[in-house]
């Protein structure tokens, strides 16, 4: 399967400012996702992210608090706009290689 | 909308020592049912997809079962590297992105020597 990387690995912001989130892939790939992992819950889909398309939100999900970036088939960007704390979570991208396989994630607190 | 829950949240058990982690789910249609394993500070990683009930799928001391109602991982003689949390996902055939993986809240396994 493809090697995914995420940078940064985990970063403290703080609130009502915003955080670029990155993706890299070893690979061509041409669907890659965006999920969610709070603390004590699911991991959830955020978004599909299609290159040379717009994104897809999933319900809750919207695109000015989650603006994401697709601009070639081996990466993409996931920004989370004006923080809270609410928004501390790890946030993973995946791929689709016949499975899904997930990035090693991104640690945000927000303070 | 499609549903997963995990059980038990917390399994400890002695090594060597069998058990069984148990995954029940909804779906409207079923495209797949997934296992993932994840370790503290990383990603999940990519255990089993099972498509219809009756299936198995094997891998080392695990074994994934599926009926069309839950799914069980099935552990034997585990040994301490095994410890991890271990996820669940259905992929369902309504609503939503046609790859949308719903997952459970894991169950969190750990092995003492």
């Known amino acids: 399967s493809a090697v995914i990387s995420q940078k940064p690995s985990r970063d403290i912001c703080q609130r009502g400012t915003s955080l670029t989130i990155q993706c890299q892939v070893d690979?061509?790939?041409?669907?890659m996702f965006w999920y969610r992992q709070q603390p004590g819950q699911s991991l959830t889909l955020i978004a599909t992210?299609?290159?040379?398309?717009?994104?897809?939100?999933e319900s809750g999900f919207v695109i000015d608090k989650f603006p994401i970036s697709r601009p070639n088939l081996t990466f993409s960007t996931l920004t989370v706009s004006n923080m809270s704390p609410e928004d501390s979570s790890i946030y993973l991208c995946?791929?689709?290689?016949?499975?899904?396989?997930f990035g090693p994630g991104t640690r945000l607190t927000v303070l | 909308e499609d549903q997963v829950t995990q059980s038990p949240e917390a399994l400890r058990l002695q090594e060597g020592e069998s058990s069984s982690l148990n995954c029940s789910y909804t779906?409207?249609?079923?495209?797949?049912l997934f296992w993932y394993r994840q370790d503290p500070g990383k990603g999940p990683e990519f255990l089993f997809t099972?498509?219809?009930a009756g299936e198995e799928k094997e891998k080392e001391r695990l074994k994934a079962t599926l009926t069309k109602k839950e799914s069980f991982l099935h552990i034997t003689a585990p040994k301490p590297e095994d410890s991890a949390t271990y996820l669940c996902?259905?992929?369902?055939?309504?609503?939503?992105?046609?790859?949308?993986?719903?997952f459970g809240k894991g169950t969190l396994l750990t092995v003492n020597p």
């Open positions: 996902a259905v992929q369902g055939t309504s609503g939503g992105s046609n790859y949308k993986l719903t």
């Open positions: 992210a299609n290159q040379g398309s717009e994104a897809t939100y």
């Open positions: 099972l498509y219809s």
């Open positions: 995946s791929l689709l290689q016949h499975e899904q396989f």
């Open positions: 690979s061509q790939v041409t669907m």
């Open positions: 779906v409207s249609g079923l495209r797949g």
